[in-house]
């Protein structure tokens, strides 16, 4: 059992920045893949960006080029570096890791972007 914990979340102006973190209770070596989702008010939940074990990274077009997922396996960590925010960018972000004998997601964490 892996317990994941955001944070890192607040309000901010358009444009602004933040850098998410999520913290893992066990080891995230093994982990797949490590990700990020978001869920916005009346909407379902969509991915992110994720980086696999083998250092690939994928994003979501929505984010590409603004947003970086790195991810510390000495810390048991992984960030979401978020640039130039938009209003539409506003959600619950929650971390995700894939094990090859499980899924984990943390509580998540707001993030709301005023215009």
């Known amino acids: 059992q892996v317990q994941l914990v955001e944070s890192g979340g607040g309000l901010v102006q358009a444009g602004g920045s933040l850098r998410l973190s999520c913290a893992a209770s066990g080891s995230i070596f093994s982990a797949n893949t490590m990700a990020w989702y978001r869920q916005a008010p009346g909407k379902q939940r969509e991915l992110v960006a994720t980086h696999t074990k083998g250092g690939s990274t994928n994003y979501a077009d929505s984010v590409k080029g603004r947003f970086t997922i790195s991810r510390d396996n000495a810390e048991n960590t992984v960030y979401l570096q978020m640039n130039s925010l938009k209003p539409e960018d506003t959600a619950v972000y929650y971390c995700?890791?894939?094990?090859?004998?499980?899924?984990?997601w943390g509580q998540g964490t707001q993030v709301t972007v005023s215009s």
């Open positions: 995700n890791a894939r094990y090859t004998y499980g899924s984990y």
